[in-house]
């Protein structure tokens, strides 16, 4: 089956049309699948979308899942069903996208940032506990680059302190913690398809849950807060247009569809970069712990302290090779300064780590030679930076 593998924009300019930083795996078979819903005039709430929400319940093994317009919008509706708001504090990493943290802005409620781990640059269990108050409401646990945060620890945390626990798995879809899917561990989970992740609907998310209420009210206020069995002008509550497309969800399905074979190819290429990188000593692969499965949202290397990734990531570049550096910490955004006065020496693990994380190109069709092309360049740009 032939695979287009188109170059996804991903903030910032795209030196090298060769080897993109990510892209889609999309099949004849995924085209033929929107196209068919564009040809049969239904294109929005129709049947598609109910038949992908199955198949991603299905596939997290939870009782609801309901399609949604991006990852934002399914964490702005997990945010807004749990009742959160003006005066509440939400836990949440600031090594994250911005939208684990918008999300919570949205309602008014305040982020409070939480350092992470060394090796997983996952939420930091002990720190978590230690930035605790009684203003808490609930944690916004990051599932960070498709590696399973430590999820025992967190959810003994919530329990103690009766805290409500999101899963942003918006990177990490089909990860598992001790055999357990993620999306099934917290209150409800978001998932997100935009086209750099493990499979995509364009843009497209989900929430999911085995709260029935919950549930409820997210599927009300995707649909502009409209009832199950209302009239179309009738309105129970506010709401929104988070809805996905025919369209998006046609793709979603044909995705789904193949995500074992999706994962695996990922994984593949994981693995063709940590044996290529296991041994230059100045930058760690990323490291997976024993007992969960990482699927693989970016493939990312630390560089030791001293180096310079900006000096690193610029000869990258001249040798024809994109490269990103993973993440920009939240807390250090200038709104967000504004907002909530956050600034430097806040999180030290982060602020490191933040410095040193480069992602490398990575798709699930990377070949053996492009990787080699990538290893080669990062050596050759070590010793010249
Ligand atoms: C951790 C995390 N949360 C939320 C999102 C938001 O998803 P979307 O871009 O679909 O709104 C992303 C997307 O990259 C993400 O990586």
Redesign the pocket.
């Known amino acids: 089956m032939r695979t287009f593998t188109q170059e996804v924009p991903n903030d910032g300019d795209l030196r090298d049309k060769s080897i993109p930083m990510s892209a889609p795996d999309i099949t004849e078979d995924d085209i033929q699948a929107v196209v068919d819903v564009v040809r049969s005039g239904r294109l929005s709430l129709g049947p598609k979308t109910e038949e992908f929400e199955g198949l991603i319940a299905e596939y997290i093994e939870v009782k609801h899942a309901i399609a949604v317009s991006?990852?934002?919008?399914?964490?702005h509706l997990i945010v807004k069903s749990l009742g959160i708001g003006p005066g509440d504090e939400v836990l949440v990493p600031s090594f994250?996208?911005i939208?684990?943290v918008n999300a919570i802005l949205y309602e008014g409620a305040t982020p409070v940032f939480v350092d992470i781990e060394p090796d997983t640059y996952n939420l930091d269990p002990q720190d978590l506990e230690q930035k605790i108050t009684g203003r808490t409401r609930a944690i916004v646990v990051?599932d960070?680059f498709g590696h399973p945060a430590e999820w025992d620890e967190i959810l003994r945390i919530a329990k103690k302190h009766k805290l409500k626990v999101i899963d942003?798995s918006?990177?990490a879809l089909g990860a598992e913690y001790k055999g357990i899917k993620v999306g099934q561990l917290g209150d409800a989970a978001?998932f997100?398809?935009?086209a750099?992740?493990q499979m995509t609907t364009g843009?497209?998310?989900v929430i999911v849950t085995d709260n029935s209420e919950i549930a409820r009210i997210c599927r009300s206020m995707r649909n502009q807060g409209r009832g199950e069995m209302g009239a179309w002008l009738e309105h129970e509550r506010l709401g929104y247009n988070y809805r996905i497309t025919e369209m998006s969800a046609a793709l979603g399905i044909s995705q789904i569809g193949r995500i074992d074979e999706l994962l695996a190819k990922r994984e593949r290429v994981a693995q063709m970069y940590t044996d290529r990188l296991s041994t230059i000593g100045w930058a760690k692969p990323p490291a997976v712990r024993p007992g969960v499965r990482k699927t693989w949202?970016v493939y990312t290397i630390a560089l030791d302290e001293g180096l310079s990734r900006d000096r690193l990531m610029e000869a990258m570049a001249k040798e024809g090779i994109p490269t990103r550096g993973y993440f920009s910490p939240v807390h250090l955004q200038s709104y967000i300064c504004k907002h909530l006065g956050t600034h430097e020496g806040l999180l030290p693990v982060t602020e490191s780590l933040a410095r040193r994380i480069i992602a490398l190109p990575f798709h699930g069709n990377l070949s053996e030679a492009e990787v080699e092309r990538v290893v080669e360049a990062l050596s050759k740009c070590r010793k010249n930076s």
């Open positions: 991006s990852g934002t919008s399914a964490l994250t996208f939208s684990s990051v960070v942003d918006c990177e978001a997100a398809f935009y750099n992740k843009e497209g998310g949202f």
